[in-house]
């Protein structure tokens, strides 16, 4: 007679069919928006360590030897973790979960697994560095705050019931509130990765030593490539607002407003172009004469605005096609940034020209209404 | 304020669902639009209220075309309020900014507190349209259909989800609204309510 192995407890059973339920509940979300973030620190990566000039030791000697850049890169960080710790906990999934008999420690060996799992970044840049111990700080504290951060309770807000004097006015907060209700977590990572964009151009001016027109083309290129991390996951949600609210705005007869709605956007790109820029120039002011600081002053808002210019035509674009698609708006963003930086790259100055009005062009070549 | 629906074809996907529909609706009455389920009430009101383009034939508002050009479109469109079948307006919003939404889209104002009150869109102002149950979703919509306030009302089943309460107060308030010079598109399973609106019954056939 063949032995019968030893049957595992229905308690046991009933545990490990829970972890197993709650892993598939809760970690892919947070796994997505971390990944995300990986992808855009690896695309602003690119464009500052290694062979365009800033080493990887020097990056940590930055952070440890300069309390001020560490503090603030630090708490980029954890800007741009934070969505992704925070849906560790709020998973909408895992709310009917918690109603059920649970084991004890698996959540929480999972959720902390995850929490130093996002911090990889870090750690490879560490260890690449040849700097082990403090990757297993920067690692452990990383992981450490971003627990603690995501578990605060933030103040419940009941929101008032506004008065809209004009339709446009009206559109552009309905359109606001829908991003930053339905993702307001891409809205803190984008405003991560704007300031973050800033700073590894500045890094990339100090690290290269660059002088007179140097500071402005090869540092408005740095910062376009890490304005495509911030700028495309805002761009897929307006379109997301877009198509959901088309229903209502045909009934509600909100027509004839798309080349208003479309200057707003592109105004918006340039506004955040400038921020970057001022982190940009935050981060180098020693080194950025006034000559300098002017002509990328006028890169950024050219540039800025077309990337606006563009986003508020690929979200019409998108619209037209009557669905959302993330990875060719991505695409387009990464050509739009790349082709800007080489204009720069090429023309200097003369691209402020072909850039502003390449920008006016995509605004007014909008029509006015989509029906 | 005549609303005419001239010989209208609509389509969802692949079938003519409504085929050559002729109606009019002139201020002070109520039109029922009564048929079996899948016969077109829907697809016909969301081609009214200028959400699903006709194939072919005109709607008009005051010979405003809802789907003409975007001055008339406007100026049609400003004049009506819609309540659609699943009450799905945009969940990110609040009852409140909803209802903002409709006034400011009209250039109009804020329901009367009468059409407050009798709705219960005070409770709903700070309310996001993703909590709510379909009958206070229902609510929210009808509070938008109300700001302006319009001239013509399109309900797809505004009884539908509603409790006793709430649905003799939208029967009055329908009712007064006819009395007013404003008229009423809507359709609905119940010939009841119809009846108790005094409603032209139009029977939709498959």
């Given at each position: 007679m063949?032995?019968?192995?030893?049957?595992?407890?229905?308690?046991?059973?009933?545990?490990?069919?829970?972890?197993?339920?709650?892993?598939?509940?809760?970690?892919?979300?947070?796994?997505?928006?971390a990944v995300a973030v990986w992808l855009g620190v690896f695309i602003v990566a690119g464009t500052t360590i290694g062979g365009n000039g800033l080493a990887p030791s020097a990056l940590v000697a930055l952070v440890f030897g300069h309390p001020v850049v560490g503090a603030v890169l630090a708490a980029i960080w954890l800007l741009l973790l934070w969505p992704a710790a925070r849906e560790l906990r709020t998973a909408a999934g895992a709310q009917y979960l918690r109603s059920l008999p649970?084991?004890?420690?698996?959540?929480?060996?999972?959720?902390l697994a995850l929490l130093l799992f996002m911090q990889l970044p870090i750690a490879v840049l560490c260890?690449?560095?040849?700097?082990?111990?403090?990757?297993?700080?920067?690692?452990?504290?990383?992981?450490?705050?971003?627990?603690?951060?995501?578990?605060?309770?933030?103040?419940?807000?009941?929101?008032?019931?506004?008065?809209?004097?004009?339709?446009?006015?009206?559109?552009?907060?309905?359109?606001?509130?829908?991003?930053w209700r339905?993702?307001?977590?891409?809205?803190?990572?984008?405003?991560?990765?704007?300031?973050?964009?800033?700073?590894?151009?500045?890094?990339?001016?100090?690290?290269?030593?660059?002088?007179?027109?140097?500071?402005?083309?090869f540092g408005a290129t740095v910062l376009y490539a890490g304005l495509v991390p911030a700028l495309a996951p805002l761009l897929a949600e307006l379109v997301n607002v877009r198509m959901r609210m088309r229903a209502w705005d045909a009934a509600l007869g909100m027509i004839g407003l798309q080349r208003q709605i479309a200057w707003v956007v592109a105004c918006s790109g340039l506004v955040t172009s400038l921020v970057a820029l001022a982190a940009m120039i935050a981060f180098t002011v020693a080194g950025v004469e006034f000559l300098d600081g002017a002509r990328l002053f006028g890169f950024a808002c050219a540039g800025g605005a077309l990337v606006g210019a563009l986003m508020a035509r690929g979200s019409l674009w998108a619209m037209q096609r009557e669905r959302s698609v993330f990875s060719n708006l991505v695409v387009a963003l990464v050509i739009v940034t790349l082709a800007?930086?080489?204009?720069?790259?090429?023309?200097?100055?003369?691209s402020l020209l072909?850039?502003?009005?390449?920008?006016?062009?995509?605004?007014?070549?909008?029509?006015?209404?989509?029906? | 304020?005549?609303?005419?629906?001239?010989?209208?074809?609509?389509?969802?996907?692949?079938?003519?669902?409504?085929?050559?529909?002729?109606?009019?609706v002139a201020a002070g009455e109520i039109v029922a639009l009564v048929g079996a389920n899948g016969c077109g009430k829907s697809t016909l009101l969301a081609g009214v209220a200028g959400v699903l383009a006709p194939i072919s034939g005109q709607i008009t508002v005051d010979e405003l075309d809802v789907w003409g050009k975007p001055a008339a479109q406007y100026a049609a469109r400003a004049r009506f309020g819609y309540v659609p079948e699943n009450a799905d307006a945009p969940g990110f919003l609040t009852g409140g900014e909803l209802v903002a939404l409709a006034a400011a889209a009209r250039r109009g104002m804020a329901p009367t507190p009468a059409i407050i009150d009798a709705l219960g869109l005070g409770e709903l102002a700070p309310?996001?349209?993703?909590?709510?149950?379909?009958?206070?979703?229902?609510?929210?919509?009808?509070?938008?259909?109300?700001?302006?306030?319009?001239?013509?009302?399109?309900?797809?089943?505004?009884?539908?989800?509603?409790?006793?309460?709430?649905?003799?107060?939208?029967?009055?308030?329908?009712?007064?609204?006819?009395?007013?010079?404003?008229?009423?598109?809507?359709a609905s399973h119940d010939r009841d309510f119809a009846t108790q609106l005094d409603a032209r019954i139009q029977l939709l056939a498959s």
């Open positions: 063949a032995s019968v192995g030893p049957r595992s407890s229905p308690a046991t059973d009933g545990n490990r069919l829970w972890s197993k339920t709650w892993r598939r509940a809760v970690l892919p979300g947070p796994v997505r928006r649970a084991p004890r420690y698996a959540p929480r060996v999972w959720t260890i690449v560095a040849g700097a082990y111990a403090h990757a297993a700080l920067l690692t452990v504290a990383g992981a450490a705050l971003l627990g603690i951060t995501a578990t605060l309770q933030l103040p419940a807000r009941t929101p008032a019931t506004p008065v809209w004097r004009s339709r446009v006015r009206a559109q552009l907060a309905i359109w606001a509130r829908g991003v339905n993702s307001g977590a891409s809205l803190l990572r984008s405003a991560g990765f704007v300031a973050l964009a800033g700073l590894a151009a500045g890094g990339f001016i100090r690290a290269n030593q660059l002088r007179g027109n140097e500071v402005s083309t800007t930086g080489i204009t720069i790259g090429l023309l200097a100055e003369t072909p850039l502003g009005a390449a920008a006016v062009w995509a605004v007014t070549s909008t029509p006015r209404s989509q029906t | 304020m005549r609303l005419t629906i001239d010989r209208v074809v609509l389509r969802r996907g692949n079938r003519n669902v409504i085929n050559g529909a002729s109606y009019q309310v996001r349209i993703d909590r709510m149950s379909l009958g206070q979703r229902r609510r929210a919509c009808l509070g938008a259909a109300f700001a302006g306030p319009p001239q013509l009302l399109i309900l797809d089943e505004p009884d539908n989800g509603l409790d006793v309460a709430r649905l003799q107060a939208l029967t009055s308030l329908l009712r007064t609204f006819a009395a007013g010079g404003g008229a009423v598109l809507l």
